[in-house]
């Protein structure tokens, strides 16, 4: 008996993960409760277990990209399924017959001695294909085509129908091999959990028990190339993306060459495919002499070498770069985003850590870093103006009587962003213990999704790489985000007189629709305040 493994809902809005590492290779034995895989979704990276022991086979390859529900792997129980005994009756006595004996041309089987010989019936099973579960904030989907049409033959894991949710479009596949029978109607919108078709099993060749052999005759007409053409139902078949880039460029499918599973046309296949000619003769005409042209042409002149390499580099973009990337141009479009702009002289804190530091690791075991003063200083001034803490939903604002301050964090494979949980009650110690934690888990990408969700105002400082100024985007659905730069060594006046101090620009962006002029320019004031006279953060002025 088999077990399923399938892709599980990771998140409210993740409905496709990728494959990245296999911990357990095909045909290991895996235990209960063992990880056997490594997926990554676009914001974190968990491991998948075994839901049983037995033998694992895989089906999915590293670096498949696939969609929630999609199948993985199966595991069979001690390495097999254990075949049924074929029973014949006669003279109201029941006969075990014999392990059946498969002959190595695969074409014959031998079986004990039986008394009867009237045909094995074959049991046809239907199989109810439901809308699947595509994200916890989805209840519905719309059928926008049908890959297969009622009554065609579709083998295991065949794509048949094409689902779209509010968020991404996906394939359905066919949970088994069998006869198609349609149920919804393209265009229509379901619920998740109703039925969409139904596939009934196709009833197996009879096999006659005569004499003590059973025989299973192979089809008059199967030939080698058609098995090959059922396995890879794919070959040829662009999936939606690449369906709707090759109309666009007017290229047919039969012209590209599918480098997905199975010989799949992907999107990158359908990216780099040229348009053919329109006229389907014109190659013909090209192989005809051409006329002898009426005027002869100067000759163009040769074009100039260029020393060095150019050649180009393709990379897919990983999950987690593709969805930055979404919801960074959705945050451009749907918010009314500005940016104001202060600077922050930092001599008093660089005093207090440059007198401290030594001491304060001794005791709490961690440095004394910016990052701590800046997220104390902005949690005071949340409660002077919490506007600027706040989210919209739907026609409502929301205000958070807490502060869970979002830290952005250069990860290895991108831009994440922890948070930091109830920020308004931590000392500068456990705020530094808490940022340090987040950035070890982010390197080694062990951040799970509930310690990047959440947050109520976002800090991120590209000072450390050098950036003197910028004008951070807005982490949606918060309203607000924080940008530190570098510090420099400038002149300013001070009481009357030109002095040299560590200077440092601070940005606020924030979305115009909730947080008003003055709301931010104060928020703003108040943090520049706090930071150059950290006495304040410690007496709570």
């Known amino acids: ?37 490594e997926l ?132 359905l596949t066919a949970e088994k091999a069998g006869i198609l029978k349609t149920l919804a109607k393209e265009g229509d919108t379901l619920p998740i959990g109703a039925v969409l078709c139904t596939i009934e099993g196709s009833a197996a060749a009879p096999v006659a028990v005569d004499g003590g052999s059973i025989k299973t005759e192979p089809a008059a007409n199967a030939s080698p190339q058609s098995a ?23 290229v047919a499918p039969q012209a590209v060459s599918g480098t997905g599973v199975g010989g799949r046309i992907t999107k990158e296949d359908a990216m780099m495919a040229e348009k053919t000619s329109e006229n389907p003769q014109a190659s013909k005409e090209d192989l005809k002499p051409a006329a002898p042209a009426p005027k002869a042409e100067a000759p163009k002149p040769a074009p100039v070498a260029v020393p060095g390499s150019r050649t180009d580099r393709r990379e897919k973009m990983s999950s987690l770069r593709k969805t930055v990337a979404k919801r960074l141009v959705a945050v451009k479009n749907e918010t009314a985003m500005l940016t104001t702009f202060n600077e922050v002289d930092m001599a008093p804190i660089m005093e207090l850590r440059a007198k401290y530091k030594d001491k304060f690791k001794e005791k709490h075991g961690v440095g004394l870093g910016f990052m701590s003063f800046f997220t104390k200083a902005v949690c005071e001034a949340l409660k002077e103006w919490p506007a600027v803490g706040a989210r919209i939903e739907g026609e409502e604002v929301v205000y958070s009587n807490f502060a869970d301050i979002s830290i952005a964090v250069s990860a290895p494979k991108g831009l994440v962003v922890p948070v930091i949980r109830n920020a308004e009650s931590m000392s500068l110690a456990d705020i530094e213990k808490a940022v340090a934690a987040l950035a070890v888990k982010a390197r080694d990408n062990k951040l799970t999704i509930e310690e990047m969700t959440g947050g109520t105002f976002t800090i991120t400082n590209g000072g450390v790489f050098g ?48 947080i008003d002029g003055r709301e931010s320019v104060s928020f703003l004031v108040r943090v520049k305040q706090l930071l150059e006279d950290p006495a304040r953060l410690l007496l709570g002025v």
């Open 40 to 171: 990554e979704s676009d914001k974190a990276t968990f491991e998948l277990t075994a839901e049983k022991a037995g033998i694992l086979k895989t089906a999915a390859k590293e670096g498949d990209t696939l969609p929630i529900g999609a199948v993985v792997a199966t595991i069979e129980e001690n390495g097999a399924s254990a075949a049924a005994p074929v029973a014949v009756d006669s003279s109201n006595s029941s006969k075990e017959a014999a392990p059946v004996a498969v002959a190595s041309s695969g074409i014959s089987k031998e079986a004990a001695p039986a008394t009867s010989s009237q045909p094995a019936p074959a049991t046809a099973t239907t199989l109810q294909v439901k809308v699947p579960t595509v994200g916890e904030s989805i209840t519905e989907v719309t059928l926008s085509r049908w890959i297969k049409k009622d009554g065609d033959t579709v083998a295991m894991d065949e794509a048949i129908a094409e689902l779209e949710s509010e968020k991404a479009t996906f394939e």
């Open 1 to 37: 008996m088999s077990l399923t493994i399938k892709v599980p809902p990771v998140g409210e809005s993740i409905t496709e993960v990728t494959l990245s590492s296999w911990k357990k290779k095909d045909g290991d034995k895996v235990e209960m409760d063992e990880v056997i895989a």
């Open 467 to 514: 950036s003197m100024m910028s004008t951070p985007i807005i982490n949606s659905p918060q309203s607000a985000i924080l940008g530190m730069h570098n510090i420099i060594e400038r002149p300013v006046a001070v009481n009357g007189q030109v002095v040299i101090r560590p200077m440092m620009y601070v940005a606020l962006s924030y979305d115009h629709r909730i």
């Open 228 to 250: 090959t053409a059922t396995s890879s139902y794919a070959s040829g078949t662009p999936s939606p993306a690449a369906a709707k880039i090759l109309a666009e460029k007017g």
